[in-house]
Nanobody, 118 residues
């Protein structure tokens, strides 16, 4: 099993910045992909950013504003969020994905609330 613990959420004004962290209970280099998702009430969870090998992918809505990074030595995934907008308000979840003989295993953190409001 893997425990993922997010931190860094909070209340920020539009145009501000926040940095999220996701600490894993084991080596993150063993995962095929790690990423950040977000969810608002009544909506499906959506991918915000993902890191796989040397590749990084972002949702169109956050390109140029958010940056995903990882520190394998600290077993930690980060999400730097700049120029935040009200529509970025959501619960943000850390995800770690493993592939084992063609089967995908997803691990999730408990989520951290990000609220963008004046």
């Amino acid at each position: 099993q893997v425990q993922l613990v997010e931190s860094g959420g909070g209340l920020v004004q539009p145009g501000g910045s926040l940095s999220l962290s996701c600490a894993a209970s084991r080596s993150i280099s063993s995962f095929a992909t790690m990423g950040w998702y977000r969810q608002t009430p009544g909506k499906q969870r959506e991918l915000v950013a993902a890191s796989s090998g040397g590749n990084r992918n972002y949702a169109d809505s956050v390109k140029g504003r958010f940056t995903i990074s990882r520190d394998n030595a600290k077993n930690t995934l980060y999400l730097q969020m700049n120029s935040l907008k009200a529509e970025d308000t959501a619960v943000y979840y850390c995800n770690a994905r493993s592939l084992w003989f063609g089967t995908q295993y997803d691990y999730w953190g408990q989520g951290t609330q990000v609220t963008v409001s004046s």
